[in-house]
């Protein structure tokens, strides 16, 4: 009842003044690892957007332990914050601290990845209890990282596809494989992938899964690297074992735009953290002061295919 009284009193002053009083509300946001780069621009998005706004917030860093994740939701709710966003390390698992937190009438929103099994929900199907999913499409990105690659493979030939994949219980882990061979599928190519292994999203692990790879496999024609960190770690692995493979990535970072620019990477899809941050505020913060309230919408931004010839269309956000 407190908790209702306190959103009404909030609403009213919205009333009275025709501005939310933004220094009465407090947003908690749960991030899977703030020294991700990815992660953190989208933290930073978020803390920007809340600053601009004249709102508190509560940023708690999982350090990629789905455990320490679980117990900084807990702390949130404890804490009786007015909203909270969330970027899941483990899906299907966050679905259970969205219902803890709607069950005591705090508003929800997923960040950068599905709530709740991707296996048994399409990606534009939110789950009912959030307020918002802000992230982008998963599958349509994969599917244009996909058009890409077909258009870099030899022809005339199977061509031999790796993929590097991010970590266990990252719903984008199979929706970016999935849009990446419909993507192939519809360009009409021939391919088969002969190996499909983990990077757990990090540079030094994508060079050594490409090694391993490289050792079984020296023919691959192209890596397809789930993140840009991987893609850069990849291409040091091509590098060294000679391998003329060409290498996608996703995420549009820094450092893969620059390793486009040297030749070293031959493609990546542009993704925007800080955007992702700033509209997972926005959702969040039109419901708690009512201004615009949302329930399970999907919001989503474009995600252009990037190549050394338009560079210039993706400005790096991390």
């Not at 749960?30 to 989208?42: C, E, H, K, N, R």
């Not at 960040?111 to 009912?128: L, N, W």
């Amino acid at each position: 009842m407190r908790k209702v009284l306190a959103t009404l009193g909030a609403v009213a002053l919205v009333c009275a003044s025709g501005a939310a009083s933004a220094k009465d509300i407090t947003l908690g946001y749960s991030s899977v690892g703030l020294s991700y780069p990815f992660a953190a621009a989208i933290a930073k998005g978020f803390e920007n957007a809340a600053k601009a706004a004249g709102v508190k917030t509560v940023v708690l860093d999982a350090k990629g332990s789905v455990q320490k994740q679980a117990n900084d939701i807990d702390d949130l709710i404890a804490q009786k914050v007015d909203g909270i966003a969330i970027m899941p390390l483990d899906s299907t698992v966050a679905q259970g601290w969205v219902d803890r937190a709607v069950a005591r009438d705090i508003p929800t929103v997923g960040v950068a990845s599905e709530i709740g099994d991707p296996h048994k929900r399409p990606i534009k199907q939110v789950y009912e209890k959030l307020t918002a999913l802000v992230t982008q499409d998963e599958v349509t990105a994969g599917e244009r990282a996909g058009t890409m690659a077909a258009s870099m493979l030899p022809k005339g030939k199977v061509a031999k596809i790796a993929i590097v994949e991010g970590a266990a219980g990252y719903a984008e882990v199979s929706q970016r494989s999935q849009g990446f061979k419909q993507g192939l599928d519809k360009a009409g190519v021939k391919y088969t992938i002969v190996a499909s292994q983990p990077g757990d999203w990090t540079s030094e692990k994508g060079e050594s899964t490409c090694q391993n790879i490289l050792a079984s496999h020296p023919d691959v024609d192209l890596f397809f690297a789930q993140s840009d960190d991987m893609v850069v770690g990849c291409a040091l692995a091509v590098r060294n074992g000679s391998s003329s493979a060409k290498l996608i990535g996703m995420g549009g970072s820094k450092l893969a735009i620059n390793a486009i620019k040297l030749g070293d990477v031959t493609g990546t899809v542009c993704y925007k953290p800080e955007e992702i941050g700033k509209l997972a505020f926005n959702a969040l913060y039109g419901t708690v002061t009512k201004k615009n309230v949302t329930k399970a919408v999907f919001v989503a931004y474009d995600t252009p295919p990037i190549t050394k010839a338009n560079l210039a269309g993706c400005v790096p956000q991390w």
